[in-house]
C-alpha cells in the first residue's frame, strides 16, 4: 500500500503536514486555515474527508490555528497529551474551543490509530508540552520533529529509527545574530528549549546518518533568520563531509514556509 506526503506550510506562520494512505490520512499540526488544507489536498488529488485525525505536537499559535474547526465542526478527533489539551484551549487563537474532539495520547506510548502506528515522544521547546512523532506503517517509519531547543537522547534514538526524516533546521546563526530580533528573542530562539539551527542539524545528521534514512525534510524555517537554500547547503556540507552525497545516497530538501511541498509517494 503506497504512503503519501505533503507538508502544507512549515513555518512561524503556520504549520501542517499530512501522511495517509490510499484510504485515510492523518495531519500534524493545524495552524493554517482549513480552506488552505483543503485547497492544498484538493490540489494533489486528496479528498479532505479523509483526515481522520489530528496529531498535535504543541500549543503554540502556529501550530494549532485550526484545531476549533477541524475537531468541532468537522468532529475530526484531535490528539495531543493532556497538558497540551489545556494549553490549547487557553491559547488566544483558539476563538473556537475543543470539547467533544479531544483525544489523548501518552509519550513513548504506541497510539494503534487503523494501520498506524503512532508514538510521541518528549522534546525539548518552551510551549505547555511538546512532542515529536514517530509514525510507523508496514515496516516504514516517519520522524516528525519540528520546534526542538536542542537533540537529547530520546529524540535520537527516534531519529535513528526513521526512513524518512522531518526535522527543524530553524536559522543560520550568523543571520540570527545579525539581524532585527531583539536580544531577549535571539537568546529564546539559541536556548536548550527553543529551535535548532542549520548548523546544529546538519552537524547531528552527518554525525549519526543510518543506511535506512532515505529522505530528510529540514522544516520551520525561519522567515528572517533563513532561507532554503541557505538551510539546504548548511546541511549538504557537512553531510558530503563524512561522504553521504543528497540526491545519490538520499533525498534531501529544505521545505518551504508558506508553499506546499511537492506530494510524495512511496510504496
Known amino acids: 500500500m503506497k504512503l ?18 490510499e484510504d485515510y490520512g492523518i495531519l500534524i499540526d493545524a495552524g493554517i486555515p482549513v480552506r488552505t488544507i483543503k485547497g492544498a489536498l484538493k490540489d494533489v488529488g486528496i479528498d479532505f474527508d479523509r483526515i481522520m485525525g ?26 495531543a497529551t493532556r497538558a497540551t489539551h489545556v ?15 479531544m483525544r489523548y495520547v501518552e ?13 510521541p515522544f518528549e522534546v525539548p521547546h518552551d ?27 530520546t529524540v535520537a534514538s527516534y531519529i535513528e529509527r526513521a526512513n524518512y526524516l522531518i526535522l527543524e533546521a530553524n536559522y543560520d546563526e550568523e543571520m540570527l545574530a545579525h539581524g532585527p530580533y531583539p536580544q531577549y528573542l535571539k537568546e529564546r530562539i539559541m536556548g536548550p528549549n527553543g529551535h535548532l539551527s542549520n548548523k546544529e542539524a546538519a552537524k547531528f545528521l552527518a554525525q549519526n546518518l543510518t543506511e535506512h534514512l532515505k529522505c530528510i525534510w529540514l522544516c ?16 549538504e556540507w557537512e553531510l558530503r563531509g563524512v561522504g553521504a552525497i543528497p540526491g545519490k545516497d538520499f533525498y534531501l530538501a529544505a521545505l518551504k514556509r508558506t508553499t506546499p511541498s511537492e506530494l510524495f509517494e512511496f510504496e
Open 4 to 21: 503519501k506526503f505533503i507538508c502544507l506550510a512549515s513555518g512561524s506562520s503556520g504549520n501542517c503536514f499530512y501522511l495517509g494512505t
Open 127 to 153: 510551549g505547555s508540552d511538546n512532542v515529536g512523532y514517530c509514525i510507523e506503517h508496514d515496516g516504514k517509519c516517519f520522524c516528525f520533529i519540528t520546534d526542538i531547543g536542542h537533540i537529547t537522547s
Open 54 to 79: 489530528v496529531f498535535v505536537t504543541h500549543d503554540h499559535a502556529d501550530h494549532i490555528k485550526s484545531l476549533g474547526t477541524l475537531g468541532e465542526k468537522y468532529n475530526i478527533p484531535i490528539y
Open 87 to 101: 494549553g490549547i484551549n487557553k491559547n488566544y487563537c483558539m476563538t473556537q474551543k475543543l470539547v467533544s474532539c
Open 220 to 235: 520551520h524555517l525561519s522567515r528572517e533568520n533563513n532561507h532554503p537554500e541557505l538551510a539546504y547547503k548548511t546541511v
Open 107 to 119: 509519550k513513548d506510548e504506541v497510539l494503534n490509530f487503523r494501520d498506524f502506528q503512532i508514538t
